[in-house]
């Protein structure tokens, strides 16, 4: 009897640039829901993970959210989660003296209110994701790595407790661009802190291989039932000419901190490159796991991950329309062959 594949779907982190994944799993639903109109992508997968931006959308798929409502979260709200303008104003002499370039508050208010109201106007916990989810993220008061997960293992005995809306700030809470997530909670499980979260993206910004890993270790899935599709938000082409040295802070870190920005691609990238090398070593002795990776690669002219200006924005959509047009029909035949 044939078995069942046992799908992940996995969300690179990349800040606004999550825009792009959003936009392309938009038009998948779509075309998937076309014979449905009740259809949710969540039932597609059996485990999303997510890393930062990605964090926030796998979260969101989870609980049910149209991810044409996820497009619009990153239009919208751009503007007030990234705003453009006051380190412009500011003398250069005080910057040195922020903690970070973005508060967190009106990141944490407004996922708060969307995840809300995707639960009936009650703040959702990981509890009531409605598919196994796992999301990373660095626990900096215990200098330890954490993957957050919904309780798909009797041992998972913490993680569902948690406010979905922190679990996805502490993932998106990029060293520079925002200070790290501290919160308290209370509800029917219990109560608990968690302090100084940040964003898992130093370690998993691709949390592609952290799906595979869960899936053979944790769920005992064989690699051979395994389909990953693995969303990317764009590689940039970080080029550092020797005519450009020497660099000071300011080139690398504000307003546009450019060492976090390698790093973080330098991560996707890398993991790629060990799925491709894993699955190739699988293949020698069995059948191995299935994987899609959809990329889009920049030249020069990478949008930043805290562009937040309309032409950014729009850009940012044409580039996943594109992609749309180039892959949703062999994202539709990857997860249904």
């Known amino acids: 009897m044939e078995t069942k594949s046992f799908k992940i779907l996995s969300i690179d ?43 926030i959308l796998a979260i969101g798929i989870a609980l049910g959210i149209p991810t044409i409502d996820l497009v619009h979260f990153y239009k919208n709200h751009a ?32 996922l708060k209110e969307i995840y809300t109201k995707a639960n009936g106007g009650t703040i959702p916990l990981i509890n009531d994701l409605k598919t196994k989810v796992c999301i990373p993220t ?34 998106a809470s990029a060293p520079l661009y925002f200070p790290p997530n501290s ?54 082409k970080h080029i550092i000419k020797r005519t450009w040295l020497p660099k000071n802070f300011w080139y690398w870190f504000v307003p546009k901190p450019r060492l976090l920005e390698i790093i973080l691609d330098s991560q996707s990238q890398i993991t790629d490159q060990y799925i491709a090398f894993l699955q190739r070593t699988i293949s020698k ?20 991950l805290n562009a937040s200006g309309n032409q950014s924005l729009q850009r940012l959509e044409a580039i996943a329309d594109e992609l749309s047009k180039k892959n949703i029909y062999k994202i539709k035949n990857f997860l249904n062959q």
């Open 13 to 55: 982190g990349g800040g606004i640039r999550g825009l792009i994944p959003a936009k392309l799993l938009s038009e998948l639903e779509k075309e998937l829901k076309a014979n449905d109109s009740e259809f949710r992508l969540h039932t597609q997968f059996d485990l999303i993970c997510g890393t930062s931006t990605g964090a």
């Open 79 to 110: 503007s007030d989660i990234f705003p453009q303008s006051y380190l412009k104003v500011m003398p250069r002499s005080a910057r040195a003296f922020i903690t970070s370039i973005y508060t967190n508050r009106t990141l944490r208010e407004k």
């Open 138 to 171: 660095f626990n900096g008061n215990d200098g330890e790595i954490n993957v957050l997960k919904t309780r798909h293992r009797e041992d998972y005995a913490r993680d569902y407790r948690l406010p979905a809306h922190e679990v996805a700030l502490s993932s």
């Open 183 to 236: 919160f308290t909670y209370v509800n029917e499980f219990g109560s608990g802190a968690n302090l100084n979260m940040v964003d898992g993206g130093i370690f998993a910004n691709n949390p592609a291989f952290i799906g595979i890993l869960e899936a053979t270790e944790k769920l005992n899935i064989e690699f051979s039932d395994i389909k990953i599709l693995s969303l990317g938000t764009g590689k940039g």
């Open 285 to 304: 002795r069995q059948k191995s796991f299935d994987y899609l990776r959809i990329q889009y690669e920049f030249d020069k002219d990478a949008i930043a």
